[in-house]
C-alpha cells in the first residue's frame, strides 16, 4: 500500500514539475497565435522622422520608440572566444529587441520597462498591439531589406537566456564591457551552419524601447514643399559643382585637341593615317573601366610620370585633374571623329584655290575649313560634352569617390544608389538628363542658327 502511495505521489510529483517547466526550456516564453499576415497596420501612427523612429496607436498605453535595425552581424570570434552570431547592441538602453529568421521572430521585452509602460506580457491583446508596432516599424525601417517573414512563428520572452529546440538566443549578454545580442547552438557550435542539426538562417535584429504613449513623440507626413524644402537644405550640391568644373575644363581641352588631330590627320599618308586614326579612336571601343585602368597604369604613383607629378608637388591621381584627364580621355574621339569626317567632306579644289591665291595654312583653316565644317563641329561638341558629363568607369579607376574633390553626379548616383539613398540617386540622375537636354538643345539652336546666317551670306 505503501509503495502505491509512493508511486502516485512521484507521479503527480513528476507531473507537476513539466506543468511548470519552461515553455521550450526557457522562462516566460509566449507564443502569439497571429503570423504577419493577419497583422493589420492601418491604425499604426509611425513617425516620419528617421532619426527617431517611433509608432503609437490611439488609446494604447504603450508605445515604441528609437527604432533601429541590424541587418546584418557577424558570426566572428569576440574577446577571443565564440558566442554564436551575433549583434552589436553596445551601450544602446534598448528595451525591446527582437530576432528575425526564416521560421520565427522572438521578441524580448524588459520587464521593468513594460511595467512603466503598462505593457501585460500576458495579455493577447497587448501582444497583438505590440505586434503590429513592430511589423509597421519594421516596414519603415525596412529600406528595400528583407522584411519580418509572413509566415514566421512570434514569440514573447522576458527572459535574457532562452533555448528553443536546440539553439540558444541570448539578449544583452554582455562579453568585454560590451553588449551584444547572440544566436549560437546548446551545444556551442555555428547553427548558421547548414550542416548543423539545428540548422537556423538569421535574417536581421532589432533595437527599439517600450515606452509610456504620452513620451512617444510622432512626427506627422510633412506636406510635399516641406519635403522638397528639407530634402534641398539637406542636399550635398558639391557633386554639380564639380561636375560642371570637370566637364566645363575638360571640353576645352577635347575641343583644342579634337580639331589638332583631325587637322594631324588629313595631311598624312593613308598608311600613317590608319595608323594615327586608330590610336585616336580605341578610348571610343573599349571599355570605361579599361580606359581607368590603363591611365592608372600610366600615370600611377609608381610610374615615371606619376613620380614626377609627386615630386613637383603635383599628385596627378585621385585628384580633380584626374577627373578631367579620364573625361578629356574617353571623350576625345567623338570630337576627333566628327571632325575628321567634316574636313574630309570640304572640296579639295577650293581649299587648293585659296593656297594659290596666297593664303596660309592657318588661314585657309580658320576662314574656310572651320566655319564650313562648324555644322559637323558643333555636333561632335556636343556629343563629347555628353560623353564627358556622364563618364563615371574611367573616372572612379583614375580619381576615386571623393567628395567635394572627385565625386562627379555619375559616381555620386551610384553610390548613393548603393547606400540606399534612392531619392537623392533618382534627384541627381534628373538633374543629369535635364542638364543634358538645356546644353544640347542650346548648342543644336545656335549650331542652326550658323548654318542659316552662312547660306544667307552665300546667297547674297
Sequence with gaps: MRKRIFMVMAVLVLAFALLAAPTAYAADIVSAGATKADVETEDVAVSTDSDNLAAAIDGCAFAVGDFERASKGSNREIADEYHGYSYYVGSKSSTLMYFVTEAMVLVYVDPDAAGAAGFDMSSADDQAKLQRYLVALDTAAGKGNALIPESATWRFTSEKENVIDGVSYGFLKEVDGSFYNCIVGTDGADVTDSAHAHHVQPLFACFSSLIPAADAVIVGEPTWS????????????????????????????????????????????????????????????LP?????????????????????????????????????????????????????????????????????????????????????????????????????????????????????????????????????????????????????????MFINLWSQHTTRYRKGAVEE
Design 226 to 285: 516641406e519635403k522638397l524644402g528639407s530634402f534641398m537644405s539637406s542636399l550635398d550640391w558639391s557633386p554639380l559643382f564639380v561636375t560642371l568644373k570637370t566637364t566645363f575644363t575638360a571640353i576645352v581641352f577635347i575641343f583644342v585637341l579634337g580639331l589638332a588631330a583631325a587637322y594631324f590627320c588629313l595631311h598624312r599618308t593613308p598608311k600613317f593615317r590608319n595608323v594615327f586614326d586608330t590610336i585616336f579612336t580605341i578610348p571610343m571601343v
Design 288 to 440: 570605361p573601366t579599361v580606359c581607368g585602368f590603363l591611365l592608372l597604369l600610366a600615370l600611377g604613383s609608381n610610374t615615371p610620370v606619376g613620380k614626377w607629378f609627386i615630386d613637383i608637388g603635383f599628385p596627378l591621381i585621385f585628384s580633380w585633374p584626374a577627373t578631367v584627364i579620364a573625361a578629356v580621355v574617353v571623350a576625345f574621339p567623338l570630337m576627333y571623329r566628327g571632325a575628321l569626317g567634316a574636313f574630309d567632306n570640304l572640296d579639295p579644289n577650293m581649299l587648293d584655290a585659296a593656297r594659290t591665291l596666297g593664303w596660309s595654312e592657318s588661314r585657309i583653316f580658320f576662314k574656310i575649313m572651320l566655319p564650313l565644317s562648324w555644322s559637323s563641329i558643333a555636333a561632335s561638341t556636343v556629343l563629347a560634352f555628353a560623353r564627358a558629363l556622364g563618364e563615371f568607369g574611367a573616372t572612379l579607376f583614375l580619381a576615386g569617390n571623393y567628395l567635394g574633390i572627385t565625386r562627379t553626379i555619375p559616381i555620386a548616383i551610384y553610390f548613393e544608389w548603393m547606400n540606399g539613398n534612392t531619392d537623392i540617386a533618382i534627384f541627381w540622375t534628373i538633374v543629369l538628363v535635364i542638364f543634358s537636354f538645356l546644353v544640347i
